[in-house]
């Protein structure tokens, strides 16, 4: 399916922030290009662009990210971009003949609305509109955002001064080209060169269907305020990841988007800042092994921030559109080798450290470095398969925690865990717990895989 964006406008509103609207960065993204990008997600790669105010910027830059992006781009010029948006959709008449998705450049909106729309082709001469039924949506200025009413998804009313309304124009429409008769006969009946127009012109005859989006992200930026609502937006939408452990989801989570907030300005890849944390990994492990309570507790409370900053790989690959699978597997990968170095470290400081030596050797003589370095290594092993059983099976392993049966130990816990314990001078027993926890639960999965088999 093809896809038209509006990008034509001055927004003058915005002029503090960017002398071309459609250029103007949100999180280091510019805005068309994060309507671009969505509509990516939602399988759409054949764009035509309608620009106008700077149109020459504006193409120079599309030019440019439909080569990154491997999508195909078709330029409409609109020299009336001062009049109504309507016209510059009638400006892409020639190049459409067949149903396609109508978008606005400055509106972000959640790619699965897209995708959904799009399975719901609309017959021949009619046109469908997304429209948000949350009339309490804090996003939403009421003041200037597009209002509709509608009765068994059908639209009756458009406009900005619809009083009895009970939903939000989103901006997003699947057409038929019939939305050009549409605008031309509001143009040429009523003189108002608006899409609204138009859309109103359609509605009239019972040719525009509702398509509730249920609730799911969009947001206008027709605004200072508009922008930073929709940054925070954008930045919330990070929190509560789905697999999220407990200490990810209460303490990691709030601190990396605030970070990634920040590095979201930069231009900063996620497999750099997966690189990032595995080296401050590194230099918690050299601290633990140099001994001492001071390097100790120091090196916990490394390691710690490593776990926080290693949520920010992951929140700058969405928002900025940089998710691979080159990317999650890299993030994996070293992220296993920070595992190793952490507990080696920690292994080490036990094994050298006076205090538990001396116990040890008390309770079971000469035999105490030993025990300190098979603990260690069960820790070791242990971390690794529990990780590796989980990226085996972790959709067999989701459908048994979804029962309530037991509480996945996930990276979170356990960095926390050697954090706590470091901080509190006990890195021995970190050891202990991990060694145990680890290769008790990769034992737990193996039999609820085998039981789960033989049903």
Known sequence: MKCLILAAGKGS?????????????????????????SALEAGIDDFYVVSGYRGD??????????????AKMTHVINDDWQQGNGLSVLKAKEQLDEPFVLLMADHLFDPSILYDLAAQPPCNGEITLAVDHNTANPLVDLDDVTRVR????????????VDDFNGFDTGIFLCTPAIFDGVAQSVAKDE???????????AARGHVNVFDIGGRFWCDTDSPQDLDKAERALINRLRGKPSDGPVSHYLNRPLSVRISRRLAQFAITPNQISLVSFLLSVVAAGLFAIGGYMTLALGGLTAQFTSIVDGCDGEIARIKFLKSDFGRWFDAVLDRYADAFLLFGLTWHAY???????????????????????VGFLA??????????????DSLMKAKFSKGKTIRIGRDVRVFLIFFC?????PFLALIILAILMNAETIRRVVVCYRNEQH
């Open 380 to 393: 070791i092993i242990g971390s690794f398969m529990n990780s590796y059983t989980a990226d085996k099976y």
């Open 352 to 374: 050298a450290a006076s205090p538990i030596r001396d116990v040890l050797i008390t309770f079971t003589g000469d035999r105490g470095g030993a025990i300190v370095l098979v």
């Open 13 to 37: 509103r915005l002029w503090q922030k960017g002398n071309s609207k459609p250029l103007i960065r949100l999180l280091g993204i510019p805005l068309i290009e994060r309507t671009i990008r």
């Open 150 to 161: 509608s009765e068994r998804r059908r639209l009756i009313e458009i406009g900005k001064g």
């Open 422 to 426: 470091a901080v509190c001078n006990l």
């Open 192 to 202: 108002d060169s608006s899409l609204s127009a138009g859309v109103r012109c359609l």
């Open 57 to 70: 910027q504006v193409r120079r830059f599309l030019d440019d990210l439909v080569v990154r992006c491997a």
